[in-house]
């Protein structure tokens, strides 16, 4: 009876083209994949500076990997700590400007532990209405009152703050660079808020930690705005190429998550090889902003390709490019051709998206050379059928 109700559901997933598939990969670069004995030119993933694929990166895994094996063997708070988590822990807390910084074992768990935790029953969570799946996640655990405010719609924000009495805590919550439009928050309007209707302000600045900023430190640093924000959180899975998630923040907010975030006290700490891995590629966002200026470069490109072929972009913010289609079967048709050309960008649609808004999300790397650019370019315009 069950399996029977599981498969109508993935049935009627189906119908819709909604269904969703693996596709087995074996990396040859951050940009290259083998698939079924086909190399395959990769614009859909998040390694924006290609530091997956660094030699230094690689050898600073191995050097931890053979003093301190493969996994941690215990959680943080048990014997999972290791001098490789605390020195990341430090680096990363100077990088954002904070005072102490937390590791999770991946940015969605970073998330969830957060909001699941800083919030309760009798609080209020205010969020942009397309935050990450991670921070939905962590509102709706946390037994607090959700209320949404349409993207970037502070105006909104106003009025539901507005008309929102009695609450013990208020805490207001967006992406800093939005995953899926690629745009950004309006993060002074958001420390305006903040500061008129005493909130808590937690910001997830995973796509922006790496990219953003004159530094590479994130969406906050151009706008000198790290010490406005309570709580940034961000990833190691994206810029830096690795695994993990943090939190950043003041000391007594990550003391408290020390204490009581059940998705940081009862998950097996990171293994110290990624550890590792992330100090180097740390150290190498810090060091050679040439890699960053490069990917700056690949996007201001790929921005004027894909406006010269009909698509409209938009102003640049990101490496991320969404190429909107609409109906998801469309979507799925364009997906497939480009494939068929050895271009690998998944179709994204429901409910990772609205409904009828289905895309293509492309995205660009350091790693990727003009000519794979221009490549993408010629394919979509010769699927699409634009002029």
């Known amino acids: 009876m069950i399996q029977a109700l599981l498969q109508e559901e993935l049935e009627e997933i ?3 083209d909604l269904y969703r598939r693996l596709r087995t990969l074996r990396a040859l670069s951050p940009v290259r994949a083998d698939f ?7 614009f859909c993933g998040n390694d924006y500076l290609g530091l997956s694929h660094d030699s230094r990166v690689i050898e600073a895994a191995k050097k931890a990997c053979d003093s301190y094996g493969v996994g941690a063997g215990a959680a943080r708070l048990i014997s999972g700590t290791s001098e490789l988590h605390t020195r990341l822990e430090e680096n990363l807390a100077a990088f954002k400007g904070k005072e102490k910084a937390l590791l999770f074992t991946a940015g969605y768990l970073a998330n969830v532990g957060v909001l699941s935790t800083l919030a309760r029953e009798g609080d209020l969570i205010v969020m942009d209405k397309l935050c990450h799946a991670s921070l939905i996640d962590g509102a709706r655990l946390s037994g607090a009152q959700l209320r949404v405010f349409p993207h970037r719609s502070y105006e909104k924000c106003e ?4 008309k929102s009495i009695g609450f013990r805590k208020r805490i207001l919550v967006s992406d800093a660079l939005f995953s899926m439009d690629g745009d950004l928050a309006d993060l002074h309007a958001l420390v305006r808020i903040k500061e008129q209707y005493d909130c808590l302000l937690v910001v997830d600045d995973a796509h922006g930690t790496g990219v953003l ?3 590479g430190r994130g969406a906050c640093e151009d706008l000198k705005l ?3 924000i309570d709580c ?5 899975s994206k810029a830096f190429g690795c695994l993990g998630g943090f939190a950043a923040a003041s000391t007594e907010i990550i003391d408290y998550l020390i204490n009581f975030s059940r998705p940081f006290i009862f998950a097996t700490a990171m293994p110290p090889m990624l550890c590792a891995a992330a100090l180097a590629a740390l150290e190498v966002v810090q060091t050679e902003p040439e890699i960053r200026h490069r990917l700056w470069h690949h996007i201001q490109k790929m921005h004027d390709g894909l406006k010269s072929i009909g698509f409209e972009t938009g102003l640049i913010f990101s490496p991320i490019f969404p190429v909107v289609i609409g109906l998801e079967k469309r979507a799925l048709q364009l997906s ?6 050895g271009i690998l960008v998944p179709a994204v649609r429901y409910p990772t998206v609205p409904k009828g808004k289905a895309r293509l999300r492309v ?4 790693a990727h050379r003009e000519e794979d650019i221009q490549k993408l370019l010629r394919a979509l315009q010769a699927s699409s059928g634009t002029p």
């Open 14 to 16: 189906k119908a819709k």
């Open 36 to 42: 079924a004995g086909k190399e395959l030119l990769l």
């Open 159 to 162: 009025e539901i703050l507005q």
């Open 213 to 215: 900023g004159l530094h």
């Open 226 to 228: 790290e010490e406005k």
């Open 232 to 236: 940034i959180t961000g990833t190691l």
């Open 336 to 341: 497939d051709a480009l494939l068929e050309q």
């Open 363 to 366: 995205t660009v790397s350091a």
